[in-house]
C-alpha cells in the first residue's frame, strides 16, 4: 500500500510538473520531458503493485489449498494406519485359527493313529480266538477220545 501511495503522488507531481513545464514554454521543455518520463514510470509501478496484487491473491490461494491438502493427506494417513492397524489384527486373529486348525489337525492324526492301532489290536484278538477256538475243538477232540 505504500508503494501504491509514492506512485500515486509521484504520477501528481509529474502531471504538475508537465503543466509546469508545458506554461514555461520553450524553457521548460526539457522540464516537460523529465515530468512525462517521471509520469509514465509511476504509471508502471502502479501495474506492478497491481500484478504484485494478483501475485500474492495467487499464492494465498495456493496456501489455502495447500493447507486443505495438507489435512486431507493427514486424514488420509490416520484411516491408512486405522486400516493397516485392523489389517494387523485380521493377521494375527488368521494366525490364531490357523494354529489352532493345525493343534486340531494334530488330534485327529493321533486319534486316527490309534483307531488304527486299535483296529490291529483287534484283528490280533479275532486272530487269538479263532487260533483258541481251533484249540478248545481239538482238545474236545482230544478228550473225546478218552473213556472213564
Not at 489435512?71 to 485380521?90: M, P, V, Y
Not at 489352532?100 to 493321533?110: E, L
Request: hydrophobic residues 45%; neutral net charge.
Amino acid at each position: 500500500m505504500l508503494i501504491r501511495a509514492i506512485a500515486n503522488k509521484s504520477e501528481l507531481l509529474a502531471l504538475n510538473a508537465a503543466l509546469e513545464g508545458t506554461k514555461a514554454g520553450e524553457a521548460g521543455r526539457g522540464f516537460s520531458l523529465v515530468a512525462n518520463q517521471m509520469q509514465r514510470l509511476a504509471e508502471q509501478v502502479m501495474g506492478s503493485v497491481k500484478n504484485i496484487e494478483l501475485l500474492t491473491a495467487d499464492i494465498t490461494k495456493a496456501t489455502s489449498s495447500s493447507v486443505l491438502a495438507t489435512a486431507e493427506a493427514t486424514k488420509l494417513a490416520a484411516q491408512t494406519t486405522a486400516s493397516a492397524r485392523s489389517i494387523t489384527q485380521s493377521v494375527h486373529q488368521q494366525q490364531a485359527g490357523t494354529q489352532q486348525a493345525s493343534v486340531a489337525m494334530d488330534q485327529i492324526a493321533q486319534i486316527a493313529q490309534v483307531s488304527h492301532d486299535a483296529a490291529v489290536a483287534a484283528g490280533q484278538v479275532v486272530e487269538a480266538v479263532n487260533q483258541l477256538a481251533g484249540l478248545a475243538s481239538g482238545l474236545s477232540e482230544t478228550v473225546s477220545r478218552f473213556r472213564i
